[in-house]
């Protein structure tokens, strides 16, 4: 596959056995994991250092402890992926993955809610829709929870810059199974692909 890159979008404990623990989100890791162990290992003869043909870049919530998404702040939420916490860390499973100037950080800012990735910054200040351009990408996977809040908005804004998007549907993890469902058809009505 070529220009491909993998956008794991929020695959942090918090969102998968934490304070806002997702319907599925272990099966959603799981299956994750072997789309890339299966790509990688079909594509990929040589071993060096990140194990995978494409770029794999994770989006990664990163709340100050007075975010204003918390409802001890008037927010929906109860208090996840608070900045330095295990909450905000990326499952372990996906760890051989991750590089950090390929984690894209977003909501740090206390005053706004923030759930696309695309405006999210790496280490060096780049975000995530600056690095895919970089990078020559012109198809982006995109995996990981939720399916109908940062997924989506995700999904939506790399649409909408250009980016053929497909959403591997058996990868993603969900708050509400009515709202999943009526999330994914509205992506692919949109143009978005499930796969
Ligand atoms: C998310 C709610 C609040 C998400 C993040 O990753 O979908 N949802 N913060
Ligand atoms: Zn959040």
């Known amino acids: ?66 975010h204003c998404s918390f409802q001890e702040q008037g927010g929906p939420w109860p208090p996840h992926c608070v900045q330095g916490t295990h909450g905000a860390d990326v499952h372990e499973k996906l760890l051989p993955y991750l590089t950090e100037d390929l984690c894209f950080y977003k909501g740090e800012n206390p005053a706004l809610e923030q759930y696309s990735g695309f405006e999210g910054k790496n280490p060096a200040g780049q975000s995530l829709g600056e690095v895919l351009e970089l990078m020559d990408i012109q198809n982006v996977l995109v995996c990981g929870i939720a399916t109908e809040y940062c997924v989506r908005n995700t999904a939506e804004d790399l649409l909408k810059a250009g980016f053929r998007v497909s959403v591997l549907k058996d990868c993603i993890s969900y708050v509400d199974a009515k709202g999943h469902e009526e999330a994914l058809a509205a992506m692919e009505a949109e143009g978005i692909r499930l796969i």
């Open 1 to 66: 596959m070529k220009n491909v890159a993998l956008v794991v979008v929020d695959m942090l404990y918090d969102f998968i056995d934490g304070s806002m623990a997702c319907q599925e989100a272990e099966k959603a890791v799981d299956n994750s994991l072997r789309y890339i162990e299966e790509v990688t290992a079909q594509t990929d003869p040589d071993d060096s250092g990140i194990r995978s043909i494409f770029p794999i870049l994770f989006v990664r919530d990163h709340h100050p402890a007075n």
